[in-house]
């Protein structure tokens, strides 16, 4: 697989080109931090953007939902959508407010998804997607059932048209507003886990080490 | 202006309605707190999904982008859009995969935005959207010129179909599950500020409250 993805014309950056990379490795990175994936998808005459739960698997990335939901159903017709996962990374302040930014990293991935049917390979992309949101999880619950499984409705977008854009370090002021008193600088931010919270029934229940632990970014 | 939206055939929620909602303060609070809106449109043949930054002032959400960018571009000619604003709160961990989830709050607009032109107003929208991301911040940086105005596009989305989704609480264990020995509940996730990070001019500059104070959740 090539280090970079190919450049289309549906991912040229015409702006900032300087924000923009395809390289692969920057791009899965991002992915395989994010929790939340924003699906474009066209129903009608209309745009929708809904939010939902994903996860890398090699070079494709996994969407379910339920066999009932009308992204599911509309996704799995194989029209076109666009996954946009974007971490936020901190809030860029400038001594002139035209200046301002956000320090971020976002990869936009183009594409049709393809239901995935097989049986084994289902619970695979599930056991994946399970282990991406909550790593030690998959063997530490029940797995899914049959009829869990027909409920569920698993597809996969092939990573091939995918754009990286992002921005990092401190604000750009222009020379002649250097000298003014404001302070500038980056507030960064980060999502955080906070402490466990059992249920009703797990609280005496030992808190396995990878909730206590549990964490997102590399840093 | 009413409580609750009007619930459309583009917004009417087919699953799970239990977690929908078109009640006006709440769809509020939720974009008042988020700073990235996600936002979908269509160019030629594809849907792209886009982040952005924002703000709501009164019954609007403002967007801007710099002339130059194809997003705003395009959204000023009035194309039907969808911009989806995501918290995400915890991860809910049931003791079957199935029943796994993730506690969210999100709200989907639709509709077309329109370029405000008007040069009063479009400063006013400038200051709405820094006052939305850095409360305290525009009295204290350097206030956008004429040239800096010209090269901003700021767009207006009345906010007219609004849905609101939702989850919060503990896992929903099936009956037969809740004896089974794994830990169950919440791990609560919160977008959270680090120590401000001045730029290198700004190292002996007193770190504004403003600053130092920054939070986004009311909690």
Redesign the interface.
């Known amino acids: 697989m090539d280090q970079n993805f190919a450049v289309t014309q549906?991912t040229k950056l015409?702006?900032i080109p300087d924000r923009a990379s395809y390289d692969r490795a920057t791009a899965y990175a991002i992915l395989d931090e994010g929790?939340?994936g924003?699906?474009?998808?066209?129903d009608g005459?209309?745009?929708?953007?809904?939010?939902m739960?994903y996860a890398r698997q090699g070079d494709r990335l996994l969407l379910h939902g339920?066999v009932?939901?009308?992204l599911a159903k509309r996704l799995g017709e194989g029209l076109?959508?666009?996954?946009?996962v974007?971490l936020?990374d901190g809030?860029v302040?400038?001594?002139?407010?035209?200046e301002?930014s956000?320090n971020?990293r976002?990869v936009?991935c183009?594409g049709s998804a393809k239901v995935i049917a097989e049986q084994g390979e289902k619970l695979e992309a599930?056991r994946v997607l399970?282990e991406h949101?909550?790593p030690g999880?998959?063997d530490?619950?029940?797995?899914?059932n049959a009829k869990?499984l027909a409920?569920?409705t698993v597809l996969a977008l092939p990573l091939q048209e995918v754009t990286v854009k992002s921005r990092s370090g401190?604000?750009d002021d222009l020379e002649k507003?250097?000298a003014?008193?404001?302070?500038?600088?980056?507030?960064?931010?980060?999502?955080?886990?906070?402490?466990?919270?059992?249920?009703?029934?797990?609280a005496d229940?030992?808190?396995?080490d990878y909730?206590t632990g549990?964490r997102r970014s590399a840093t």
């Open positions: 549906r015409k702006r929790l939340i924003h699906v474009g998808f066209v005459e209309d745009v929708y953007v809904i939010p739960a339920s009932a939901s009308r076109r959508i666009s996954v946009c974007t936020l809030m302040l400038a001594r002139s407010v035209f301002h956000m971020y976002s936009v183009l599930l399970t949101l909550l999880r998959w530490d619950a029940r797995q899914p869990e409920a569920t401190p604000p507003d250097k003014r008193p404001h302070w500038a600088g980056v507030i960064p931010l980060q999502l955080q886990p906070g402490p466990a919270q059992p249920d009703a029934l797990a229940t030992a808190v396995p909730v549990y």
